[in-house]
C-alpha cells in the first residue's frame, strides 16, 4: 500500500511541474536554446544603432567568443572600441578580422584611416593601398593615402589619388585643396626637387605630415 501510494505521490509532483511549465516557459527556453554568435550580432547591431554602445560591444564579445573567426563582428566590436576612445584596442580587433579575412575591405578600409588619424603613417601606407586596391569607394581613403605620398614627394601619385576622391565626392573640399597643393608644391607637370622641411615632433610612428 505503502508502494502505491509513493508512486501515486510521484505522479501527482509530476502533474503539478507538467502544469507550471507553461508554453511562455516553453517559448523562452526555445529562444536560449537558438542564441548563437549570428543572434548576438544582430543584437550588437541594434544596439550600436541606437547608440548603446557599451551593450553592443558586450553582443559582439559573445559572439566572438561563440565564433572566434566571425570577422564581421571584430570589425563592429572595433567600431565599438573606436566610439569608446579606445583607439589601440580598436587597431587590434581591425587586425584580428583582417587575420582571419585579409580582403575583407571594411575593416581594412577604417584600420588604414585609424593609423593614419594617429600619425602612424608607414603604418597606414600600404593598408590604404590594399584598401585602394580592393576597389574601395571611400573618399577618405584616397585623401589620407594622397596626404602620405604628397608628403613623400609622390606628387603626380598624391595628385591622382586626390582627384580620385573628388570624384567620388565633388563636395570634398579638402580634397580639392589636395591638389591645389600638390601643384603648388611640386609644379604641374614635373617632379621638383625641394629643400628638406622641418619636420614637427609628436608623439607616434611615421615622420610628420606638415598642416595646410
Known amino acids: 500500500m505503502r508502494a502505491v501510494l509513493c508512486i501515486l505521490g510521484c505522479m501527482i ?11 511562455e516557459y516553453h517559448e ?3 529562444r536560449e536554446e537558438v542564441k548563437g554568435p549570428d543572434y548576438y550580432f544582430r543584437d550588437g547591431i ?3 544603432k541606437k547608440g548603446e554602445i557599451r551593450e553592443a560591444h558586450e553582443d559582439f564579445e559573445k559572439a566572438i567568443r561563440l565564433r572566434p573567426d566571425f570577422v564581421e563582428a571584430h570589425f563592429w566590436r572595433g567600431q565599438c572600441y573606436e566610439k569608446l576612445g579606445q583607439l589601440d584596442a580598436a587597431l587590434r ?7 582571419y579575412d585579409s580582403r575583407y575591405l571594411p575593416a581594412r578600409e577604417v584600420y588604414g584611416l585609424l593609423l593614419f588619424e594617429l600619425k602612424r ?6 593598408q590604404l593601398e590594399t584598401a585602394r ?8 581613403v584616397y585623401y589620407a593615402l594622397g596626404r602620405v605620398e604628397l608628403a613623400e614627394k609622390e606628387c ?4 591622382d589619388n586626390f582627384k ?6 565633388p563636395t570634398y573640399i579638402e580634397a580639392r585643396e589636395g591638389i591645389e597643393k600638390a601643384e603648388e608644391r611640386c609644379g604641374r607637370h614635373r617632379e621638383e626637387r625641394r629643400p628638406p622641411r622641418t619636420e614637427k615632433s609628436f608623439k607616434g610612428g611615421g615622420k610628420a605630415i606638415e598642416d595646410w
Request: net charge negative; hydrophobic share 35%; proline share 6%.
Open 93 to 99: 580587433s581591425y587586425e584580428d578580422a583582417l587575420r
Open 164 to 169: 580620385e576622391a573628388l570624384r567620388l565626392d
Open 156 to 159: 603626380r601619385k598624391a595628385i
Open 13 to 23: 509532483m509530476g502533474l503539478i511541474l507538467c502544469a507550471c511549465v507553461t508554453p
Open 46 to 48: 541594434e544596439d550600436f
Open 133 to 140: 586596391d580592393l576597389g574601395s569607394r571611400a573618399p577618405q
Open 121 to 126: 603613417y608607414k603604418e597606414a601606407e600600404p
Open 28 to 30: 523562452k527556453y526555445e
